[in-house]
C-alpha cells in the first residue's frame, strides 16, 4: 500500500514538471516542444485529460502565424 501511493505521488509528481515545461516552452513560442512535454506527460499517465493545454498550444501558435 505504501510503495502503491508512492509510485502515485511520484508519477504526480512527473507529470506536473512535464506540464511546467511544456508551459515554458509555450512561453518561449517553441510549439513543438511544448507538445512533445505534453506527450511525455501523456506517457506516463495515459489517462491524463490535456485537451485544455493542447488547445493552448494551438490557439498560440495559429495567434503566433497571423502576426
Known sequence: AIRSVAKKHRVERQVQNWKMVAREHLEQVDFCKAREALRAAHAIDPTLDL?????????????????
Open 51 to 67: 485537451t485544455g493545454l493542447l488547445g493552448e498550444v494551438e490557439f498560440r501558435e495559429q495567434e503566433a502565424a497571423r502576426i
